[in-house]
């Protein structure tokens, strides 16, 4: 049958145009059955802050922000016929993907393996042909799971003193997003279970969740960034002009920058562990192209000073003269 797809049923007309089709098919809408438009997203924060004056021209603040937002839906039908990322390794695909003559306990090279058995998947096997495989596992879909956390605080002091105005402020965040994606198959294991027999792609309502786990594991991939960030600025008016106050202000600031966003399919040796040397890449110890390879590790420093002058040269006149430096 169909399973959870339609059922079409060709018209007389339609058999008689090319009578070597079935007489139904199984049709799906992947926009209406799987698709979004707009994903489901949940955000909640909270915030507070608090301010006291330090003296009558002087003030001082405190305050923090918490939001987070997660995003949790389902993709298509996890799909037989995939590829690996074509990063700097060769890449494996199961665009051929076929039940092989002959299974084993150990599913490494059963052919010549003394445990060996006719695959009783394989409805070929006995003739000594694979069974070339194509489709969808039914009833399992991609499923994506994203829950960001973003953490600010804040503090300065600004006031007046002796005619000079002044501001500092220190501000740090943290953002840290989680992303969990099932139903994306792992080569190796995927390979592993069908040289052994494991798994049933014949009948794959009849797998095991342990199987089905096995072949299809969980990607759970975290990343960070953070930001720290100390300004200050004084300003004041020097002396009368005939359009007003000649005004002047300094500022200089400091922020850190760092990221931390490794791939969440990484490149990995035989033993299954991230590589970087070439010849030690296992193209098999992968997810398949439906999980991001790319990753992103840096920090940075930037250093800043500016200043301006404002000069009410006369009442219809202003000068702005400005700069600022960073590094």
């Known amino acids: 049958g169909c399973g959870p797809q339609d ?18 098919f199984c049709t799906s809408d992947y926009v209406r059955d799987y698709l979004s ?8 924060g909270v915030s507070g802050r608090v301010t006291a004056d330090l003296s009558d021209s002087v003030q001082a603040y405190a305050m923090a922000n918490f939001v987070q937002t997660h995003t949790d839906y389902e993709g298509t039908p996890v799909q037989l016929r995939r590829a690996t990322p074509p990063l700097i390794g060769p890449q494996v695909s199961t665009a051929a993907l076929a039940l092989p003559v002959y299974i084993c306990p150990d599913g490494i090279d059963c052919e010549t393996d003394p445990l ?14 694979q069974a070339r495989i194509v489709g969808h596992l039914p009833g399992l879909v991609e499923t994506n799971d994203i829950r960001t956390r973003g953490l600010r605080g804040a503090m300065g002091v600004s006031g007046d003193l002796g005619g000079w105005r002044f501001n500092v402020d ?14 994306v198959f792992y080569f190796a294991n995927l390979i592993h279970a069908i040289n052994t027999g494991e798994l049933n792609l ?10 089905l786990d096995f072949v299809l594991p969980d990607n759970s991939n975290t990343s960070k960034s953070t930001m720290l960030q100390v300004q200050a600025s004084v300003a004041r008016d020097l002396f009368e002009l005939p359009g007003g106050p000649l005004q002047a202000g300094l500022g200089a600031s400091i922020r ?3 990221v931390n966003a490794p791939s969440a399919n990484p490149e990995r040796d035989s033993e299954g562990n991230p590589t970087e040397v070439f010849e030690d890449i296992d193209p098999t110890q992968r997810w398949s192209d439906r999980i991001n390879p790319f990753g992103v590790i840096g920090k940075r420093t930037v250093k800043s000073v500016y200043g301006e002058l404002l000069a009410p040269v006369l009442d219809t006149l202003d000068v702005n003269l400005s700069g600022r430096y960073d590094s």
């Open 116 to 129: 060996r058995i006719l695959n009783p998947q394989n409805p070929f096997a006995s003739a000594g042909s």
């Open 170 to 183: 220190a501000t740090a965040m943290r953002v840290r997003t989680r992303w969990i994606q099932t139903g």
């Open 37 to 44: 438009i707009t994903a489901p997203i949940e955000r909640w």
């Open 7 to 24: 059922e079409y049923a060709l018209t007389p007309e339609q058999r008689a145009a090319n009578p070597a089709l079935p007489a139904t």
């Open 256 to 258: 850190r920058e760092t």
């Open 202 to 211: 014949v009948n794959p309502e009849l797998n095991s969740q342990e199987t």
